[in-house]
Structures are given as structure tokens and as C-alpha cells.
């Protein structure tokens, strides 16, 4: 289960045991399948139900672990696995003994297991041999009748030594015939008694068929009866699809014909405004007619004022000119009076008189005509003045008549529009209604689609359905921005009704979101412990119907502007709460600081290795100025080993570093190199982890190899810093490698470098051995000087020290075995292994 790597040390560790394991279980297989087809044959099928259901179980379990095993390379090469059949044993059927097929375990150097017990079948220990039937039945009849060799009382030929006649040639040809009478009679038995248990073996077969047939017949029963319910089942389930369908293509037909006439009201509407716009710019010209009527009338006015007063003033003038010339012609008259009674007093004078009467009848005539043309002048202005009146009186009946017509025009005009803006209220109002219909039929869609979400939290056949927290995460967080579209949009259709996109835009987009969250968080709960799946569960169906009680008042124009979705929120919180336990222990770093700790842990992994090689380097030139002879050779070759191993170390670092730069290049596409990182956290986990234990082992073993060098260390302690490090290797080889292509150029690279780690590593080995017994041999034994008693002593001092040895081997093997297993845990822990197992 914690999918150990066969390749490394720590897993062909936990590996070995299993091969003992499937020795053992092959044969303990093998052995129960033959002692339960015994049982069925004694006892009844009723009796051995248990037996059968507890093998079933241990053979599905057993064929899961030889498969698994088998899959495995360290298995490939030791030990050949068989594989079992894929349904097992029919124990009612005794025919079926022949078919079982004993597993061999094969083992290429060892011997293989031992043969299977042959079958003793019930024919064997009925039938026997006819020879010694034949001498069995010969014996016991020798036994009654007494055999040939003894005294014949009936053989009288032997008695009187007389020869032999009929009669005793018959009674030996009927002793024969008896005697073969007695040979057939004992087979004839023989076969009927191999007969009867043949057929009573037959009956048993029969019954136990029969008794198969009839659990297969109830089984089929069974499975017809649950088929029927589930054919009901589906039956009603596609007519409630079809009566959805059917419902739904209404609405979607109601919503054509609702947009259809939507389109048309628009039209309509736009065509009133149009004629409004037209009836306004006639008003407008027909009260700018007005204003010019009203000026030109004014004028006229002005104008007939204008000329009564010169008319007027013309009257005065004639008026005038008359009394002047009246005044003119008294005076005139006066002096004519004065002039006659003068003339005769002024005939002296009588021509001046007479030229002065000449003057004054050439003035008298110029006053007559100029009174005619004063006359004329006033006839034609009175006449143009008539004319003129006549005309204001037309203009005035014209205008009255305008006027009339324009108020009339104007009242209709101002009716007609009334009745259009009347209309447009009563279809905006028409409108607003089947609007918030439509969003009504929307919401109980919405409530139709929650409603079957929250059905799938009890289906029993969604339990095989799973998902990780994280997705869960990203669905929860992608509802909730969702529901912050979905409140805007309630917002700005309680400001203005007429516009409900937006709010059926948001219903709609958060109820498909919300509706895969309670589902996504039914699927996560199947793959979580008992206590926390129920809590997620309860905060699905609790978020659910809030969501449902939500959308309840929206339908309600009652409650429709009070509708608060703040419960509907504090569900979502609490699912993505729930998630973020149920997230893996491991995963507690920021994703968007797993592409910076990445490059930071292999930064610090090439600078632990230069620091590793600069210490080596260091030890060395120290070993050369103070050591000499064997301690200066073995000291040089170790640290040279060492020193190889680090360069080895570091080659591979570089070509992971490389393989991991093509890796991320070809994955990660548009997104950034961080993104990538945070996409694949597992990956990326799993190549810090073995960054850190590269870079720990390098260092443990540098502290380890100048240990040994001072003379303070051991060998053995630098020989497991070697296998660390050869493990720790690996491990980041393997990861950097699980992502690659198989035709990458840096991919061949890492495995030439992993190679090169590990002959570097079998150098270090062998080097440490070859200078520790190089070492022990300077320490020689001599036992020379030593006494009998002396070296008695000795030995039991040396005895009793190997026992302490054994003791102290002993506890550490269990200290070693504890301290693997609390690794494998806080391992487990780290890399999510129990999340996976669970």
C-alpha cells in the first residue's frame, strides 16, 4: 500500500518477507481447495455455506496479491508467481476436482515446491484386481469345499484305483461349472457393487447439481425481481426525464414566444415613440404657424391702425385746406366787395384790378382742381381702406377656422398619445411580468437541479464515485464568486426591473457550479474517515437547502426584495473549511512558494556538495602533512573515493536540474514555471524531499569520513553514510524522471550520472572495507607470553563478550526495525500515504 520502490534498499527490505508468503500460501491454497471439495462430498451443501463464502473471500484477496506481486521487478527476477483462476472452485459440482489446477511456485535457483498430493479417487478403493478377486474367491471356496490336492471323498478312481466313468467325468464337469459359476457370480457381484457406487456417485453429483441449479434458479429470481425493479426504476426515472424535457422545451418555447413578442412590443414601441416624435415636431409647427398667424394679425393691426390715422390726419388736412380755402375766398370776397366799391373810386386802377382778377381766377381754378385731386385721393384711400377691412375680415374667419382645426388636431393628437403611453405602461407592465416569470421558470430549473444534487448524497450508486479535497476546494471557491455575481445581479434587478439578464445569467451559472460542489463534496466524502464524511455531508445538505430556501424567496415578490443569501455563503465557508482539513498534511506550504522552495532546495543541494568536496579536499591535504604508511594510504583512498562520489553527486545534480528544466518547459505550457510547479505539488513535494536528503547525506558523510580519518569514527558509520546517499539519490533520480519523456537527451544523461553515483558509492564501500582490514591486520593477536590459566580466562572474558554482542545485536535490530517503522510513518504522514490508503 505505500507503493515501496522495489529498486532501493528500504524497499526490497519491506519486499523480502512476501516471497516466504507466497511459498507458503500457494500450498495452504492448493491444500484447502482439495480438504473442502472432501467436505462437500461428506456433508451437505447447506452445512458448508460459511466454509464457501470465507474461501471466496480469502481467494479474491489471495488472486489480488499474486497479481500486485507479480507486476513487481524485484519479484521478476526471484521468483516465478502463479496466477490463480479467474472465478474459483464450484464445490457443488465434484466434477469440478479434475479442473483444479494445483499453482506452482517456481523459483529459478532454489528447488521448486513440492508436488501436489495426487487425488485418490473413490473408483480406486472400490475396484480391485481380477486376478485377486478370482484368487480371493478361490480360497474361501477351497476353504468350504477343500482343494483339489486333499482326499476326494467323491474321487473313486483314487480309492479303489478303478478308472474313471461317467459318472464321475459329470461330477467333475459340474464341479467345474459350479466353480465357474461361482467366478461369474463373484464378478457379477463385483460389477454391481462398482455399479452402485458409481450411480450413488452419480446421485451425489446430481443432488449437488440439482441443489446448484436451484441456488442459481433463486439467484436468477432474485436478479430478475431487483432487474424489474431497476427496469421500474429507470422507466419512471425517463419519464421524469421526458416529462422534464418536455417541460423544458415548453419553457424554451415560451421563452421564443415570449422573446418573440418581446421583439415585436419593442418594434411597436419604437414605432409609437417615432409617431410621438412625429405629432411633437408637428405641434411644434403648427404652433410656430400660430405665432407667425398671431404676428401677421398684429401687423395688420398695427397696419389698419396706421392707416386710419393717416386717414384720419387726410380728413383734417382736406378739412383744413377747405376752411383755409374758405377763408381765402371770404377774404377774397371781402376784397372783391372793397375793390368793386373801390372801383369806382380806383378807376385809375381798373387794369391793375383786372390783371389782379385774372391772378386771382388762375389761383381759384388751381384751388378747384387741387380741391378735385383732394377729393379723388381721399375716394381712393377710402376705397383701398374697404378692401383692406374686407380682407381682415377673411383673415379673421381663416384664423378662427385654423384655430379651430388645430385645437382639434391638438386634442386628438394629445388623446392618441395618452392611448399610446396608456398602452406602453400596460406592456411594460406585461413585460416586467413575464420577465419575472421567466425568472421564476429559471429558478425552479435551478431548484430542480440542487434538488437531484442533493439526491446523489443518498444514491447508493454514486458510493463508487471519489474526489480530492482540492478539487472540492476550487469548485467551493468558484460558487462563492459566483454567488457574489449572483447578489450583484439581485442587486441590479431590484434598481431596475425591466433588465433580468444579469440575475438569470448569475442564477443559472451558480446553480450548475453549486450543484457539482454537493456533488464533488458527496464524492470526497467517500474517500474520507466516517466521523469527518458526515460532517461534510450534513454541510452539503444544510448548504442545499439554504441555497433552495434562497431561491424560494426570489420567486416570491414578496420576499424578493428582503431575499439574503448570507446563509447560502456561511454553507460555502464551511464545505471549503471542511476541505481544507481533509487536504493532505503534507501540502502545508504555500503553492505559490513550491516553484521558489524547488529551486531554492537544489541551490542548496550543489552548495552542500562543493562544500562536501572543499572539506574532502581539506582532510586530504591535512591526512598528507600529518599521517604516514598505512594510515596515510588508507586515508588517501578513502577521501579520493569520497571526493569521486561527490563530483558523481553533483554531475547528477546538474543533469536533474536540466531534465527537470525540459520537464517543466514541455508541461507547463502558457502557464509560468511557478504555476507548474504548484499544479504538480506531489511532483514537486517529492523532488524537495529528495533534494534535502541528498544534500543531508552528503553532509553526514563528509562529517563521518573526517571522523575516520582523526581516527575517532568508524568504518561502518561511513559505509552506511554511502548507502544513505546511494538511496537518496535514487530517489531524486526517480522523481526528477517520473514526468519525463522517454525520448529526452537529459534523461539518458541522468541515468549515466545515477549510474555513476552508484559505482562511485561501491567505491566508497570497498574502499572503507579494504582500509579497515587493512588496519585490523597491523593489530596482530599474540598469545605467545599468555599461561593455560591465562588463556582460559581470556576465552571465557572473550565468550562473554560475544554474548553481549548477541544481546546488544539483538536490541538493535529491534531498535533498527522500530526506527524504520516510525520513518515509514512520519514518511507516510509527509507524502500523503494515508490519504491515498484511504
Not at 518477507?17 to 482439495?34: A, G, N, R
Not at 441443489?211 to 419512471?236: G, T
Not at 468558484?478 to 442564477?507: E, M, P
Not at 575517532?712 to 559505509?719: D, I, P, R, V, Y
Request: overall charge negative; glycine content about 4%; proline content about 2%.
Amino acid at each position: 500500500m505505500s507503493r515501496s520502490v522495489s529498486v532501493t534498499a528500504a524497499g526490497q527490505c519491506r519486499l523480502a518477507p512476501l516471497i516466504q508468503v507466497i511459498l507458503d500460501s500457494s500450498h495452504l491454497y492448493d491444500y484447502t481447495v482439495k480438504l473442502l471439495f472432501k467436505l462437500h462430498s461428506c456433508l451437505p451443501a447447506d452445512t458448508l455455506q460459511g466454509h464457501r463464502d470465507r474461501f471466496h473471500e480469502q481467494f479474491r484477496k489471495l488472486k489480488e496479491l499474486f497479481y500486485r506481486s507479480s507486476n513487481l521487478q524485484y519479484f521478476k527476477r526471484l521468483i516465478q508467481i502463479p496466477q490463480l483462476p479467474e472465478n474459483p472452485p464450484n464445490f457443488l459440482r465434484a466434477s469440478a476436482l479434475s479442473e483444479h489446477v494445483s499453482p506452482v511456485v517456481v523459483i529459478p535457483v532454489e528447488s521448486t515446491s513440492p508436488d501436489s498430493e495426487p487425488v485418490v479417487e473413490t473408483d480406486d478403493l472400490v475396484e480391485m484386481n481380477s486376478s485377486s478377486q478370482q484368487s480371493l474367491f478361490d480360497n474361501k471356496f477351497d476353504d468350504l469345499f477343500g482343494s483339489p490336492g486333499r482326499t476326494d471323498p467323491f474321487n473313486f478312481n483314487s480309492q479303489n484305483g478303478m478308472s474313471k466313468d461317467e459318472r464321475d467325468k459329470l461330477i467333475e464337469q459340474l464341479y467345474k461349472e459350479i466353480a465357474s459359476l461361482k467366478e461369474e457370480m463373484a464378478s457379477f457381484k463385483l460389477e454391481s457393487k462398482r455399479l452402485i457406487l458409481q450411480l450413488k456417485g452419480r446421485i451425489n453429483e446430481l443432488e449437488a447439481e440439482l441443489a446448484e441449479q436451484q441456488h442459481l434458479k433463486q439467484q436468477a429470481l432474485d436478479e430478475n425481481e431487483f432487474l424489474k425493479a431497476e427496469l421500474e426504476e429507470v422507466k419512471k426515472r425517463q419519464g421524469d426525464t421526458e416529462k422534464a424535457q418536455r417541460s423544458l422545451s415548453e419553457i424554451e418555447r415560451k421563452a421564443q414566444a415570449n422573446e418573440q413578442r418581446y421583439t415585436k412590443l419593442k418594434e411597436k414601441y419604437t414605432e409609437l415613440v417615432q409617431n410621438h416624435a412625429d405629432l411633437l415636431r408637428k405641434n411644434a409647427e403648427v404652433t410656430k404657424q400660430m405665432t407667425l398667424f398671431r404676428q401677421t394679425q398684429e401687423d395688420m393691426e398695427q397696419v389698419k391702425k396706421e392707416l386710419e390715422e393717416t386717414v384720419h390726419q387726410l380728413k383734417e388736412d382736406i378739412q383744413q385746406k377747405a376752411q383755409e380755402q374758405t377763408c381765402v375766398l371770404e377774404s377774397l370776397q371781402k376784397e372783391l366787395r372793397s375793390r368793386n366799391e373801390k372801383l369806382e373810386t380806383l378807376k385809375n386802377s381798373h387794369e391793375d384790378s383786372q390783371q389782379a382778377s385774372a391772378v386771382m381766377a388762375s389761383t381759384i381754378e388751381s384751388l378747384t382742381s387741387e380741391k378735385k385731386a383732394l377729393n379723388e385721393a381721399v375716394d381712393q384711400k377710402e376705397s383701398t381702406l374697404t378692401v383692406l377691412q374686407d380682407e381682415l375680415e377673411q383673415l379673421k374667419e381663416a384664423l378662427s377656422a385654423e384655430r379651430d382645426s388645430t385645437s382639434q388636431m391638438v386634442e386628438g393628437l394629445q388623446n392618441q398619445l395618452n392611448e399610446k403611453e396608456n398602452h406602453e405602461q400596460a406592456l411594460e407592465k406585461q413585460l416586467l411580468d413575464e420577465q419575472f416569470a421567466l425568472l421564476c421558470c429559471a429558478l425552479e430549473e435551478a431548484e430542480g437541479i440542487v434538488q437531484d444534487a442533493l439526491s446523489r448524497l443518498d444514491d447508493p450508486l454514486h458510493v463508487g464515485c471519489t474526489s480530492s479535497a482540492d478539487y472540492l476546494i476550487t469548485r467551493g471557491q468558484t460558487a462563492l464568486d459566483s454567488l457574489n455575481r449572483l447578489q450583484d445581479g439581485h442587486t441590479k434587478y431590484l434598481s431596475d426591473r425591466s433588465d433580468v439578464s444579469n440575475l438569470l445569467q448569475s442564477v443559472t451559472l451558480f446553480t450548475h457550479l453549486m450543484g457539482d460542489t454537493i456533488v464533488q463534496g458527496s464524492a470526497t466524502s467517500h474517500m474520507v474517515p466516517m466521523e469527518q464524511a458526515d460532517r461534510l455531508l450534513e454541510a452539503c445538505k444544510q448548504c442545499g437547502s439554504e441555497v433552495l430556501s434562497y431561491f424560494s424567496s426570489l420567486k416570491d415578490t414578496t420576499t424578493l426584495s428582503s431575499a439574503d443569501c448570507t446563509k447560502v455563503r456561511e454553507g460555502l465557508n464551511q464545505i471549503n473549511a471542511i476541505g481544507e482539513e481533509l487536504r493532505p498534511k503534507g501540502r502545508d506550504i504555500k503553492q505559490k512558494e513550491l516553484g521558489d522552495l524547488v529551486e531554492q532546495e537544489m541551490a542548496a543541494t550543489s552548495s552542500a556538495v562543493e562544500v562536501a568536496t572543499a572539506r574532502i579536499e581539506e582532510m586530504l591535504s591535512k591526512s598528507r602533512a600529518g599521517d604516514t604508511g598505512v594510515k596515510l594510504e588508507v586515508n588517501e583512498r578513502i577521501l579520493a573515493s569520497c571526493t569521486d562520489l561527490m563530483h558523481a553527486i553533483k554531475m547528477l545534480v546538474l543533469t536533474s536540474k536540466d531534465l527537470q528544466r525540459d520537464i517543466v518547459e514541455s508541461g507547463r505550457g502558457a502557464a509560468s514555471q511557478k504555476e507548474f510547479y504548484a499544479k504538480n505539488s506531489r511532483w514537486t513535494e517529492g523532488l524537495i524531499s529528495a533534494s534535502k536528503a541528498v544534500g543531508w547525506g552528503a553532509t553526514v558523510l563528509v562529517d563521518a569520513a573526517d571522523m575516520v580519518v582523526q581516527g575517532k569514527g568508524k568504518f561502518e558509520e561511513l559505509m552506511v553514510c554511502s548507502h544513505e546517499i546511494a538511496a537518496s539519490t535514487a530517489q531524486l533520480v526517480a522523481a526528477s524522471k517520473v514526468k519525463a519523456d522517454k525520448d529526452n537527451a537529459n534523461l539518458g544523461k541522468l541515468r549515466q550520472a545515477s549510474k555513476g553515483v552508484n559505482e562511485a558509492t561501491a567505491s566508497v564501500v570497498a574502499s572503507t572495507k579494504s582500509g579497515k582490514s587493512q588496519i585490523e591486520e597491523t593489530d596482530t593477536m599474540d598469545f605467545s607470553s599468555m599461561t593455560l590459566t591465562q588463556i582460559k580466562r581470556q576465552e571465557m572474558d572473550s565468550q562473554v563478550r560475544v554474548l553481549e554482542l548477541e544481546s546488544q545485536l539483538q536490541k538493535e535490530r529491534q531498535r533498527l526495525g522500530g526506527l524504520r517503522k516510525k520513518h515509514y510513518e512520519l514518511a507516510g504522514v509527509s507524502e500523503g500515504w494515508d490519504e491515498d490508503t484511504k
